[in-house]
């Protein structure tokens, strides 16, 4: 848990101080309005994947291999299907609501909100297709270890796109942080390392707060 959350943070709730290393505060301010928007867009499918993992830990915990893997389809397939709704509503709607959350002074936050549009649709993949399908199984160790390779990554895109492109450029780096998550999960998972044992079962980690 300590190695999630500090993986985690690397590129989840530090970016603001990283980019704080290169910009003003204006610029910073920027960024990270349009973070919280992106964020809380994603936020809106938490009572799916709540819904979901409790019941899929019962079910992988019972052996119920195939009532679990049905589940777990069929609430990836809502939760990506939401994300990608929220992600293109994001990339049409950035100007009206920055507009309307922000004020008119926060414009320069229109471009880094719809670069970050992409995150629901790449959380929703991570959270439905790693964690609902990773976690249930005990392969915490494996999604420790793409989180953190993400966090590195996103550390070292933070200092070559920030510096010369400010929020846009910490915006970019953002996504493709989380981009590698989520492509790093559906490997694991097409791979077959979930590997549906009920014996490897271990106390799944609270989804409630993961951002």
Same mark, same amino acid.
């Given at each position: 848990m300590f190695v999630f959350? !500090? $993986?985690e943070s690397l590129y989840g709730v530090g970016n603001v101080f990283l980019l704080g290393l290169f910009a003003t505060p204006e610029i910073v301010g920027y960024f990270a309005a349009a973070e919280k928007i992106a964020k809380s867009a994603f936020g809106l499918l938490n009572p799916i994947r709540e819904a979901i993992f409790p019941r899929l830990s019962h079910l992988a915990a019972r052996g119920g291999?195939? #009532?679990a893997a049905k589940l777990a389809r069929r609430g990836a397939a809502v939760?990506? !299907?939401g994300g990608a709704i929220l992600c293109a509503a994001l990339l049409v709607f950035a100007p009206l609501a920055t507009r309307l959350l922000l004020g008119g002074d926060?414009?320069?936050a229109v471009d880094a909100l719809r670069i970050l549009a992409l995150l629901p649709l790449l959380l929703s993949v991570t959270y439905s297709v790693g964690f609902q399908w990773l976690l249930p199984f005990g392969k915490d160790a494996l999604i420790n270890q793409i989180i953190l390779a993400a966090g590195l990554t996103n550390v070292a895109l933070s200092f070559l796109l #920030?510096?010369?492109f400010l929020h846009v450029g910490? $915006?970019?780096a953002v996504v493709v942080s989380e981009a590698l998550v989520a492509i790093g999960m559906v490997t694991a998972v097409s791979r077959g390392t979930a590997g549906w044992s009920s014996q490897?079962?271990?106390?799944?980690?609270p989804t409630g707060e993961l951002l």
């Open positions: 959350r !500090s $993986a291999k195939e #009532a939760m990506i !299907s926060f414009a320069p #920030a510096r010369p910490m $915006a970019w490897s079962i271990q106390t799944p980690l």
